[in-house]
């Protein structure tokens, strides 16, 4: 699709969630990340929501949209997706997952902290 050929990546979407064999949530999840690494965050934003909306209990997945969230600039939104994100990965016993949640949250807050001017509005 960043290529260009929009046709082509559709066929590979398609390939990649029959391979997923129906797990859609994950399938959205993966694609949602995929989409954020291209920079092309409002449709990794779309699929991340898409994911929590089929499993709500998806640690990975409130990571990932508060990445997405925090490139676009929506801090507090952000900030509530890896509270979200810790809080899942501490109920599934992730403790791998609790603490990058933790780290980026510090580590937005931080750069918050330090740069009131791109702290958002209320």
């Known amino acids: 699709d960043v290529q260009g050929d929009p046709?082509?990546?559709?066929q590979a979407w398609q390939?990649?969630?029959?391979l997923?064999?129906?797990?859609?949530?994950?399938f959205l999840t993966e694609r949602g990340l995929a989409f954020l690494r291209v920079q092309q965050p409002?449709?990794?934003?779309?699929?991340?929501?898409?994911?929590?909306?089929?499993?709500?209990?998806?640690a990975?997945?409130?990571?990932?949209?508060g990445s997405t969230l925090e490139v676009v600039g929506r801090f507090q939104e952000?900030?509530?997706?890896?509270?979200?994100?810790a809080t899942l990965a501490q109920a599934a016993g992730n403790a791998e997952l609790?603490?990058?949640?933790r780290v980026q949250m510090a580590n937005l807050l931080q750069r918050l902290q330090a740069s009131p001017a791109t702290a958002p509005q209320p």
Request: proline letters at 4%; aromatic letters at 2%.
């Open 15 to 18: 390939r990649a969630r029959e």
């Open 20 to 26: 997923m064999q129906g797990a859609e949530a994950p």
């Open 98 to 101: 609790v603490a990058t949640a």
């Open 78 to 85: 952000a900030i509530a997706a890896y509270e979200q994100a």
């Open 42 to 58: 409002d449709r990794a934003i779309s699929d991340l929501e898409a994911a929590i909306a089929l499993d709500p209990t998806s």
């Open 60 to 65: 990975r997945a409130q990571l990932l949209l």
């Open 7 to 10: 046709a082509s990546a559709e």
